[in-house]
């Protein structure tokens, strides 16, 4: 008999939380109609939306009209980019970015710069730590719109110093948009910033719904056509289910965010000394301290990515990698690029409520085996 799955992936999409099936359920049966329309079942829709957008903003400490619930954290980072820049348009058309951004937001910061706007990248150590002198000096130039930081970094786990780089802004009056995807949920988002962003599934959340918190007086405006829904910040009607899914599990999981912490951080500390010990030719990227309690990330030299995944799906091991080279871009990650670690053979592991102390033995245990003969069929010896 062949041992069960061991899910390791979590910094892509959580297992769902166990409130959130029964939320998911529940509002399934009650909360299906519009709830803009004015007879009964949508009016019991439009309860169950105002309740959940009460919820998820009381989870995070800012007020129910500040939140909209968009269709990803991608929808959500996009908007919080492109209508931060609109709504600065005066001032100026400068977009400053952590170099490691999610995709979502540079993806948004490549249109803004076809459109004749322009960016200024901040660069990170090889921990994947902001240079905060660097993003001081890029705030404070002329012309600043916005200014993008991740909170902490989906690839390879090392915290950001948002309030450093909060205060910063502030200083010059530029707002802070900080993409907490990563966060929301598991650690406390610090205080400063303008717009925050989250992704439901990355907290035990259903797919498919975002957080965009755009806090009052900043200047934003949307940048999509006008849609009354959601304050106008996204358009389209909500997938109701989801989004009181959503919220209710986002109470769950922040209630238990921190004792989570305290049983996950020890098990990704056993999972950086054990790699570093047993793999050869390996490096363990990202802040040791500074860092996500959930995540890890390594690679491993004269190996490829994708086939060190697929090897370790074969034996049932479900991890991620930063640098696997997707069909659509052809290119290893830009995170680890920007911190100038190897990129080679990385993998991603992270953790979620479900993870045991066993899992995490079962793929220590099988790792180095793994490694060694996918080395093997490539020739590569006497490590
Ligand atoms: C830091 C960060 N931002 C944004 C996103 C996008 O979220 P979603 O998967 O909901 O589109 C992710 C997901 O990988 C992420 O890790």
Redesign the pocket.
């Known amino acids: 008999m062949s041992a069960s799955p061991v899910y390791l992936d979590a910094?892509?999409?959580a297992p769902p939380h166990p409130v959130t099936r029964q939320a998911l359920l529940a509002a399934l049966d009650d909360g299906w109609a519009d709830p803009a329309r004015l007879y009964g079942q949508a009016r019991r829709a439009r309860q169950l939306l105002d309740a959940a957008r009460e919820a998820a903003a009381a989870t995070l400490g800012v007020r129910a009209d500040e939140l909209s619930f968009t269709p990803?954290?991608?929808?959500?980072?996009h908007s919080a980019v492109l209508g931060g820049l609109l709504g600065r348009r005066r001032v100026g058309r400068v977009l400053v970015h952590s170099a490691i951004?999610?995709?979502?937001?540079l993806h948004a910061a490549e249109k803004h710069v076809a459109e004749g706007g322009s960016v200024g990248p901040v660069p990170v150590d090889r921990l994947g730590r902001l240079d905060l002198p660097a993003w001081s000096a890029a705030v404070r130039a002329p012309g600043v719109a916005l200014a993008a930081l991740?909170?902490?970094?989906?690839e390879v786990g090392t915290v950001q110093p948002v309030a450093e780089a909060a205060e910063a802004c502030a200083e010059v009056g530029v707002p802070l948009f900080v993409?907490?995807?990563?966060v929301v949920g598991r650690v406390p988002v610090p205080a400063g910033w303008s717009v925050l962003?989250a992704?439901?599934?990355?907290w035990g959340g259903p797919?498919?719904?975002?957080l965009l918190v755009v806090r009052k007086g900043t200047r934003w405006e949307s940048p999509w056509p006008a849609d009354e829904r959601e304050s106008g910040r996204t358009p389209g009607v909500v997938n109701l289910p989801a989004v009181v899914a959503a919220a209710a599990s986002l109470r769950a999981a922040a209630a238990d965010a921190a004792a989570e912490a305290a049983r996950l951080a020890p098990l990704v500390d056993r999972i950086r000394a054990r790699v570093a010990a047993d793999v050869p030719d390996v490096e363990v990227v990202g802040d040791p301290d500074r860092r996500l309690p959930h995540l890890v990330t390594f690679s491993c030299l004269y190996v490829d990515g994708e086939a060190l995944l697929h090897a370790l799906d074969r034996r049932g091991f479900a991890v991620s990698s930063g640098s696997s080279c997707t069909s659509s871009t052809l290119r290893p990650s830009h995170v680890l690029e920007a911190m100038g670690v190897l990129s080679h053979g990385n993998v991603r592991v992270s953790l979620h409520r479900e993870t045991t102390e066993a899992d995490v033995e079962r793929f220590l245990a099988e790792l180095p085996g793994v490694v060694a003969e996918l080395r093997a069929e490539a020739g590569v010896t006497a490590l």
């Open positions: 910094a892509t999409a990803s954290g991608t929808a959500a980072a951004e999610h995709s979502a937001v991740i909170a902490a970094s989906h993409d907490g995807a990563q962003t992704s439901a599934h990355k797919p498919g719904v975002g």
